[in-house]
T-cell receptor, first 113, second 114 residues
Framework: DGGITQSPKYLFRKEGQNVTLSCEQNLNHDAMYWYRQDPGQGLRLIYYSQIVNDFQKGDIAEGYSVSREKKESFPLTVTSAQKNPTAFYLC????????????FGSGTRLTVV | GQQVMQIPQYQHVQEGEDFTTYCNSS?????IQWYKQRPGGHPVFLIQLVKSGEVKKQKRLTFQFGEAKKNSSLHITATQTTDVGTYFC??????????????FGQGTILTVHP
């Protein structure tokens, strides 16, 4: 079955550590996105990529980094510069057909300990 | 950046009552999408509206896109406990060059009491 896989499901980070969240899709989608979800604030865009080897900052990119070396993969690194990283992180992808919505992964819940 | 306002933030209904959530933008939208997120889950795409004044139905759900393409609504008739979750609108700005980039509303959390 085609889909989008995020791992791990839960992640604990110590202060000052960088952590990388994985996102893999086998839907042959060109565009991929990272969103952060906090209670009562909806989804906020961190980074997005519409083509391999290219990506753009979203609304809250500070303290995060991404890469897009393969079409299928769009990992997100939460760096130590991100002051409040505890959140639910959602990866999504979409195709180029009219009417295509986002397909979301099941998310990674990151907690700073 | 673009902002999309969604109201209400919370809605509690008795099973069988109707429910409506509204989404508003100050700018003209290219299209608007609606998603549902069950508690503990991830958002799932419901529908996309593109045309001015468009109305689409999915069983008990009715989606509307305003004539000016600046607002949208989702109406659920005779809610059921399976309708529980957070409903998000997500908008693409007209004239935008970033394909597929969406701005999400804050969501409406729907609780249905049996």
């Amino acid at each position: 079955d085609g889909g989008i896989t995020q791992s791990p499901k839960y992640l604990f980070r110590k202060e000052g550590q960088n952590v990388t969240l994985s996102c893999e899709q086998n839907l042959n989608h060109d565009a991929m996105y990272w969103y952060r979800q906090d209670p009562g604030q909806g989804l906020r865009l961190i980074y997005y990529s519409q083509i391999v080897n290219d990506f753009q900052k979203g609304d809250i990119a500070e303290g995060y980094s991404v890469s897009r070396e393969k079409k299928e993969s769009f990992p997100l690194t939460v760096t130590s510069a991100q002051k409040n990283p505890t959140a639910f992180y959602l990866c999504a992808s979409t195709g180029m057909m009219v009417g295509d919505g986002y397909t979301f992964g099941s998310g990674t819940r990151l907690t700073v300990v | 950046g673009q902002q999309v306002m969604q109201i209400p933030q919370y809605q509690h209904v008795q099973e069988g009552e109707d429910f409506t959530t509204y989404c508003n933008s100050s700018t003209t939208l290219s299209n608007i999408q609606w998603y549902k997120q069950r508690p503990g889950g991830h958002p799932v795409f419901l529908i996309q509206l593109v045309k001015s004044g468009e109305v689409k139905k999915q069983k008990r759900l009715t989606f509307q896109f305003g004539e000016a393409k600046k607002n949208s609504s989702l109406h659920i008739t005779a809610t059921q406990t399976t309708d529980v979750g957070t409903y998000f609108c997500a908008a693409a700005n007209a004239g935008g060059t970033s394909y597929g980039k969406l701005t999400f509303g804050q969501g409406t959390i729907l609780t249905v009491h049996p």
